[in-house]
């Protein structure tokens, strides 16, 4: 007889055990030679060796399953207990589309021309600039990027950065710390993680800095290494604080820049860094630039006509304000 201990490392013993530990029992009843014993994240297994081996190798396909999937039904445990460990229907989408499953197996893939493209483009370079209007899954696209990249330990860590530009609104006014002031223009990217990663090992991956948010200024002076960074809202960024990020890359590192040039909130005096990255870096080689559109967007039906409206007003401003003296 032999007797291990098993750790439960980077997964929530409920989410193994189940609700009233309908789960565990169900493991129990699996592996009725071995006397099993739960104290929290640990595991204590007393039997013969090629029984314990055996039961390691599950209990390792489930936590593997888990961190794929970011769940685990009786359905799935049942069929990984009994060697089954293929996730009927999606394999094919999986390696075809699937960039992740988020909380609840929700999948998560690219789901436009440009949004694929983009997909593509991380592949082969290691600086995307990826430019367009609201709601046509820039951001999001990229964070599910980084959290892949992080997931298959392609990269040590995940920085997000915003500039923090005042769009109408006064930080100084606003209450509480500096973090307190500067969160909420950082929520949009904890909003997208909070679909992709389960809360509790976000909150560690907070904690523990192997996912930073930030804005922008808390950037200078760094080198990023092992890391998949991305600038979102780029577009507020000026030309010295556009070229102090993207030299802020080190080794094994890749950047992405997305932005929407139709939504600048600078003060008339400074020109975006976004635009004048686009005639500066076009053709640097490494890189990518991604110019997503109308048919790229994938919120509320409404979004797509709204963008299209506004579009249409300001080419009829520029027409209407045309004056052949002014070149």
Request: proline share 4%.
């Amino acid at each position: 007889m032999s007797d291990k201990t098993i750790l439960l490392e980077n997964i929530d013993p409920v989410e193994l055990y189940g609700v009233n530990n309908s789960k565990l029992e169900l493991l129990k009843n699996f592996f009725t030679k071995l006397k099993i014993i739960s104290r929290g994240s640990e595991l204590r297994i007393i039997g013969e060796p090629e029984e314990i081996k055996r039961f390691e190798h599950r209990i390792e396909t489930l936590i593997e399953h888990y961190h794929r999937y970011n769940q685990i039904t009786h359905s799935d445990f049942e069929q990984i207990l009994l060697g089954e460990t293929e996730r009927s229907g999606s394999s094919k989408l999986q390696d075809d589309e699937v960039l992740l499953f988020g909380n609840a197996g929700k999948i998560i893939r690219a789901r436009t021309e440009n949004q694929f493209k983009m997909v593509e483009a991380s592949r082969e370079n290691d600086l995307i600039l990826a430019v367009g209007p609201a709601g046509t899954g820039k951001t999001y696209t990229a964070i599910a990027l980084a959290v892949k990249a992080l997931k298959s330990r392609q990269v040590k860590k995940i920085v997000l950065s915003r500039p923090a530009v005042e769009a109408g609104e006064n930080l100084g006014f606003l209450p509480g710390d500096m973090k307190e002031k500067i969160d909420p223009y950082l929520q949009p990217l904890y909003d997208a993680l909070g679909d992709m990663i389960p809360p509790k090992k976000l909150k560690d991956f907070l904690e523990e800095g192997i996912i930073q948010i930030a804005p922008l200024a808390f950037m200078r002076g760094r080198t990023l290494e092992n890391a998949f960074v991305i600038l979102d809202e780029a577009q507020n960024a000026t030309i010295n604080q556009f070229k102090m990020f993207v030299t802020r890359m080190g080794m094994q590192a890749k950047f992405i820049v997305t932005g929407d040039i139709t939504q600048i909130d600078l003060p008339r005096k400074k020109q975006s860094g976004l635009l004048h990255a686009f005639k500066v870096l076009r053709n640097i080689k490494g890189m990518s630039i991604i110019e997503f559109n109308q048919q790229d967007i994938v919120r509320h039906p409404l979004v797509k006509q709204i963008v299209a409206a506004y579009e249409r007003y300001q080419n009829e401003d520029e027409e209407s304000n045309y004056s052949p003296k002014s070149y």
